[in-house]
């Protein structure tokens, strides 16, 4: 199964930047939205963004999406996230382009409350927004600018109160609701409500992490076309009542409101997919991604040129020379079930790193959270990375 070759598609099948903004968008428009921000912004962080500029001054803005695995009625001890995507908006080039990071993938974790390597989800695990923020900025080495976290119920009660979502489904298969119950999907249109959706969205055992985040441009994209159906504005006050305290975010009122001005412009904007080509290997118990670093370079390379931070890359697809940093222990999987789930188009694997080091520190076992958030650790983000 192939993987990680940029593609070129229409701007109405990847919806995900607006999407994922899109509970705020429609908060943004009614009275209440000014009272709302406000509320909002009362979370400073002024360690993640060091140096904040309004979103209408930019004719380049990059922008981290986290999704958390919590909530206030889950109540879990600890928060991850388990969705990640970095998003460029480059208005000069007229292009949006989308980079998805695989939850498990094997990083440095930039937190002052850790220091070594572990996923880069538990980046929020230990240091909440503004660690997650560094360690994807070091990884990617690209600065952002701006960060919107979410929790499942804010995501749930919104699609709830704005109605039913009509999501085409690629494939029949059986996921997981909310409280851990079976959920059969039919292949074709399906109506979903919030928690259906959010089945759907989190399905990752049926395929991988690459796919997950597929669905989850299917269940915005959905929920798009119902916010066109009809004057939903109506309802700002219920939604706003009803996200209260499930989403956290540095954008300001402003910023939001630049997203609104420009939205007639991004859907005539062309869209490019970044993605990553990987391998699964296991350490101590516990089964990891490791992006090839040669893919990590490319797609570094990619997503700065996409910023306009360097010159564009030569047209043509990318393939990995196969060379990884990591050995694997099988404490997890066998060597056939890692192979199964790798992305080196059949090159022969090549081991270029050092014995010892896929060492990982413990996680947190509990921390205090609010609604599934975790409070910031203030890490700072200097970029570029040293």
């Not at 382009?97 to 930039?110: A, G, N, P, V, W």
């Not at 240091?127 to 119920?153: C, M, Q, R, S």
């Not at 249109?189 to 299917?218: I, S």
């Amino acid at each position: 199964m192939k993987h990680g070759q940029s593609q070129h598609f229409r701007v109405r099948r990847l919806v995900w930047l607006v999407g994922v903004c899109l509970v705020i968008v429609l908060i943004a428009v009614t009275v209440e939205g000014v009272q709302f921000f406000q509320t909002l912004r009362s979370f400073k962080e002024e360690q993640v963004i060091k140096h904040h500029q309004d979103l209408a001054n930019k004719s380049v803005s990059t922008f981290l999406l986290l999704g958390l695995d919590n909530s206030g009625k889950r109540k879990l001890s600890t928060s991850r996230t388990d969705g990640m995507m970095v998003v460029i908006v480059n208005h000069k080039t007229k292009t949006i382009t989308l980079c998805s990071l695989l939850r498990d993938t094997f990083t440095k974790i930039y937190s002052q409350q850790y220091h070594g390597y572990q996923r880069i989800e538990t980046a929020y695990t230990y240091g909440g927004d503004a660690a997650a923020v560094a360690t994807v900025e070091h990884f990617l080495k690209l600065p952002i600018d701006y960060y919107v976290t979410l929790n499942w119920d804010g995501f749930i009660q919104a699609i709830n109160d704005i109605g039913p979502l009509s999501v085409r489904v690629d494939r029949a298969f059986v996921g997981q609701n909310y409280w851990g119950h079976a959920v059969h999907f039919k292949a074709g249109l399906q109506e979903m409500n919030g928690a259906r959706a959010l089945a759907y969205a989190r399905e990752r055992h049926v395929d991988n992490d690459q796919y997950r985040g597929f669905r989850q441009q299917a269940v915005l994209y959905a929920l798009l076309k119902r916010l066109n159906q009809g004057a939903l504005v109506a309802k700002g006050s219920q939604i706003m009542g009803d996200v209260k305290g499930q989403v956290r975010t540095n954008m300001s009122e402003g910023d939001m409101l630049s997203l609104i001005k420009y939205r007639t412009v991004l859907k005539h904007y062309r869209v490019k997919r970044v993605t990553f080509q990987w391998r699964t290997f296991d350490t101590a118990g516990r089964s990891m991604v490791e992006v090839y670093p040669d893919s990590r370079q490319h797609t570094i390379a990619e997503l700065q040129a996409a910023a306009g931070r360097r010159a564009p890359l030569p047209q043509g697809p990318f393939v990995t020379n196969g060379h990884y940093l990591y050995n694997s222990d099988e404490t997890v999987q066998s060597a056939a079930s890692e192979a199964k789930a790798d992305t080196d188009y059949g090159n022969p694997h090549v081991y270029i790193g050092e014995p010892g080091n896929t060492k990982t520190g413990r996680l947190p076992i509990e921390v205090p959270l609010t609604n599934g958030f975790r409070q910031s650790d203030h890490t700072p983000t200097a970029y570029p990375d040293h």
